[in-house]
């Protein structure tokens, strides 16, 4: 397949890039480079610097691409994405995600490409009365960033079902863990996520780390969350875009472990290798309980499974920030 991947600098749309390299397709990457990085592009995709938000970037990269030979999917991860921020800057999360994404239907359609393949996330669910999700599960987001992603699923819907497109929306629940090469990860600025956040306290590279709540009601009083490793995560993406590119139905799939950790137990995986120092804080705006996905749908449909632990996820992510910091 020839794949654009739009987003493909971010810590998810880089590692996607990767698996779809790996597994021997043509890809071209779009990116504004706000958050993403040019190095973290692999060096077979090709790379154009343009902005979602932007039609002329994305028609001038369809119009060059297009040329010779058609995009067979779009895989989009241009998105903001950060749970607290976007309670903080609710416009520029509508701006950016919701806009953004019409634009690049718009496109899509102008160009006739049929497939996309988005990134959408576990906050639609809100706050689950349930143990685990699934996705026929009630949409009903607590916090803007939800309700952004889960408007994109509705776009999405709506716009393929009248321009006989296909698409496989990806619910994602909490991504961690770096590529098995090193090469590419989450890199150390604007880091806002517990794994990142808990092994840099371990490695001394924070004094101090703060646990947002211990009175929520779960086990241990702190939020519960389904951590999934990104290389399995990206390679679903393979499968999805394989999946709706061959089969010309639609999907929408969780991607996550079936298994829920609380932050005091994350913190004691990473205390296997060294000691955490933290404290107990206040609750952060738009944080659920606990939120587990159901993965069983997505094993079905592509046959996919993760394969690593979240004891693989902590050694990951320690591994690559060693990297980091020895540079
Ligand atoms: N947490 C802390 N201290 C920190 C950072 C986080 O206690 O310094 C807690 C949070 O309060 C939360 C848990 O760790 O309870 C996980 O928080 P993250 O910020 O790592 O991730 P979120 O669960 O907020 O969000 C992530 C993704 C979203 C996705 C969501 C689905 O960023 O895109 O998981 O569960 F929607």
């Keep these: 397949m020839k794949v654009c991947v739009v987003g493909g600098a971010g810590y998810i749309g880089s590692e996607t890039v990767y698996e779809l390299i790996r597994n021997g397709h043509e890809v071209v990457v779009i990116d504004n480079l706000s958050t993403g990085k040019k190095e973290m592009v692999h060096k077979s995709a090709k790379f154009y610097l343009g902005d979602i938000t932007k039609e002329e970037d994305l028609k001038h990269i369809f119009e060059q691409e297009c040329m010779i030979k058609h995009f067979d999917v779009v895989m989009h991860f241009a998105a903001k994405l950060i749970v607290p921020e976007s309670v903080e800057k609710p416009l520029e999360y ?7 994404l019409r634009i690049l239907l718009s496109v899509m359609n102008d160009f006739n490409i049929k497939n ?15 143990d685990i999700c699934e996705e026929s599960d009630l949409t009903k987001p607590i916090n803007p960033y939800g309700e952004t992603k889960l408007v994109c699923e509705n776009m999405i819907k709506w716009v393929c079902q009248r321009y006989d497109m296909h698409y496989c929306i990806f619910r994602y629940f909490n991504v961690a863990g770096a590529d098995e090469t090193l090469e590419i990860g989450l890199d150390k600025s604007n880091l806002t996520h517990i794994v990142p956040i808990t092994v840099e306290t371990a490695l001394g590279l924070r004094e101090k780390m703060t646990v947002f709540g211990n009175d929520y009601n779960t086990k241990d009083g702190t939020c519960i969350r389904d951590y999934i490793h990104v290389q399995d995560l990206a390679y679903a993406h393979v499968l999805g875009a394989q999946y709706i590119f061959e089969n010309e139905e639609n999907l929408l799939l969780n991607l996550g472990s079936n298994n829920g950790y609380t932050v005091l137990e994350i913190i004691k995986e990473v205390e296997k290798y060294y000691k955490v120092n933290y404290e107990i804080g206040k609750r ?12 069983k749908k997505a094993c079905e449909k592509l046959g996919w499974k993760p394969k690593r632990t979240l004891s693989d996820i902590i050694k990951s992510d320690l591994d690559y920030r060693m990297k980091l910091n020895k540079k």
């Excluded at 509508?94 to 953004?100: A, I, K, Q, S, T």
């Excluded at 996309?116 to 349930?130: D, L, Q, R």
Aim: charged share 20%; net charge neutral.
């Design 94 to 100: 509508y701006h950016n995600n919701v806009e953004g």
């Design 116 to 130: 996309i393949v988005f990134s959408s996330t576990a906050a639609v669910y809100g706050e689950p009365n349930k």
């Design 284 to 295: 952060r705006a738009g944080d659920p309980a606990k939120i587990v996905a159901s993965n």
